[in-house]
């Protein structure tokens, strides 16, 4: 129903796909109301945007029920966290949003049993949200991109996107791995700490490496591959130990992957005639990545945009920012359908909220 008069959504988000558990409360303002058609602009607000990581020893991964008992045993003290930062309380919450997928079974279920649980202590509607949807809506309202492909990678997607009528069309994506996965893989090979992360340890290794190696390069259309890129540089390490340094390969792994996602977004780019590219996603924070792809949407008189680690890193702000827009179009989760799934594609969500 089309009404003028001044709404307010306040969205709690609840974010704990991986070894990221966020807490997140976003205000969402409509000084004219909301229309039932059109595409929604809110004002957007921040009001809280907290996060407590599980990580393992060096050279080791995570465990699904590690994880799950890391979230378990601190979301209560980070919601209350969020509630001090945003000074308000349960009864100022319009919804509760949580991530419904993708992402690993136990810690999504610890966390919607919290979402669930609160929802009906609190009385609150409840909004469950595709992760992927997320990166993009917070990728959108930070940096203001307009209708930009968007690269998303993370430890477990690789995805290029672009959207059309109220879908995020997935372009291109990875035949196996994510990119992620792979950077996580090689850096328990080389026993660098996972904190902060796996990835941006390789990342400063690779700003001292100058020396490239050749590796397999792997893009099918509009598709990428990476695992048989990770047993080839593994076999390096293990049978060459000495002949080229943790430097040069972290350098050679990053330019070499880097450059295949350049490669398939520009081509999405040229596709649909776009001059934004949206990067979102924890490995979107690679300063290198953004650079490559900066200079590709320069020479194509266009522009990248991309976010810092308070955004690009899982979160529960962006879980608060997709759920507060679907909510706006009267989008709720029954109790009984609140469930969560490790696979959830980008590409199921109608994305009311756009034109």
Not at 179 to 202: K, Q
Not at 258 to 264: G, R
Request: proline share 5%.
């Amino acid at each position: 129903m089309d009404t003028k008069a001044p709404r307010t959504i306040i969205a709690m988000g609840l974010e704990g796909s991986a070894n990221k558990l966020g807490i997140g409360i976003v205000k969402h303002v409509y000084p004219g109301g909301i229309s039932s058609d059109g595409e929604l602009s809110p004002e957007y607000i921040e009001l809280a945007n907290v996060r407590d990581t599980y990580n393992p020893p060096a050279g080791e991964g995570f465990l699904p029920r590690d994880v799950a008992a890391h979230h378990r045993s601190t979301i209560i003290t980070l919601i209350r966290q969020a509630f001090e930062e945003a000074k308000i309380g349960p009864q100022d919450l319009d919804c509760i949003c949580y991530t419904k997928g993708p992402g690993m079974g136990a810690p999504l279920q610890s966390v919607a049993l919290v979402a669930r649980t609160l929802s009906q202590i609190w009385d609150v509607p409840l909004v469950g949200v595709n992760h992927c949807v997320g990166h993009i809506e917070m990728g959108r309202a930070i940096t203001g991109a307009q209708n930009p492909v968007v690269l998303y990678v993370s430890g477990g997607n690789t995805q290029v996107i672009a959207y059309s009528q109220q879908t995020y069309r997935i372009f291109g994506e990875t035949l196996d791995i994510a990119i992620g996965n792979c950077l996580d893989r090689f850096a328990r090979v080389l026993m660098l700490p996972n904190d902060p992360s796996p990835g941006y340890n390789i990342e400063q290794h690779a700003k001292r490496g100058s020396k490239f190696i050749e590796l397999p390069y792997t893009v099918k259309g509009m598709d990428v591959s990476f695992s048989g890129i990770l047993s080839f540089i593994e076999k390096l390490v293990k049978t060459e130990p000495d002949k080229y340094s943790p430097e040069d390969l972290c350098y050679s792994l990053q330019e070499n992957m880097f450059a295949m996602l350049v490669e398939i977004t520009e081509r999405a780019m040229a596709h649909i005639g776009a001059t934004e590219v949206l990067v979102v996603g924890g490995v979107g924070c690679n300063v290198r990545l953004q650079e490559m792809m900066g200079q590709m949407a320069q020479e194509r008189g266009g522009k990248v945009f991309a976010t810092d680690m308070r955004y690009c890193i899982d979160n529960g702000i962006m879980i608060a920012q997709a759920g507060a827009l679907a909510f706006a179009r009267d989008f709720t989760t029954s109790i009984e359908d609140s469930w969560i799934t490790q696979r959830f594609r980008t590409d199921q969500v109608h994305v009311e909220w756009r034109v």
